[in-house]
């Protein structure tokens, strides 16, 4: 069944939303990467869009959703970026433990960016 599709349920992008935002919150890359996509697509608010696909990268969404965040980054501002790092981490903060604010820096600064839930929380 899925929402986004319509199968097997009528179509519904709320409920869709609202199914991925729950998983998201259970840290589900793919439904941050989905939040991401409709963040960027529909909502056309890029910083959510970076939220989402710097997150689904955390919890292991691997290339797919670097390879998005960088594309939506590469269209933001410097202040943009500053508040996509900051809901970011607040956000892994309130549902996951470790320090992702290290990690961040990197991408701020267009270096390569890392993967937080393999970083060594010391």
Same mark, same amino acid.
């Given at each position: 069944m899925s929402y986004e599709t319509g199968l097997g349920v009528p179509k519904d992008r709320s409920?869709? +939303?609202?199914?991925?935002? @729950?998983? %998201?919150q259970q840290? =589900?890359?793919?439904? *941050?990467i989905k939040l991401g996509s409709f963040?960027?697509?529909i909502m056309q608010d890029k910083v959510e869009a970076f939220k989402h696909y710097s997150l689904g990268e955390?919890?292991?969404g691997g290339d797919k959703a670097a390879e998005k965040r960088e594309l939506?980054?590469?269209?933001?501002? =410097? %202040?943009?970026?500053i508040k996509a790092? @900051?809901?970011t981490t607040e956000w892994y903060e309130e549902y996951n433990a470790? =320090?992702?604010?290290v990690?961040?820096? +990197? *991408?701020? +600064?267009r270096r390569p960016s890392c993967n937080p839930v393999q970083t060594d929380p010391g």
């Open positions: 409920k869709a +939303f609202s199914w991925n935002f @729950e998983a %998201a840290g =589900d890359a793919s439904a *941050h963040n960027y697509r955390a919890f292991g939506v980054a590469k269209e933001m501002t =410097d %202040a943009q970026l790092h @900051e809901l470790g =320090d992702f604010k990690c961040l820096q +990197f *991408h701020f +600064f």
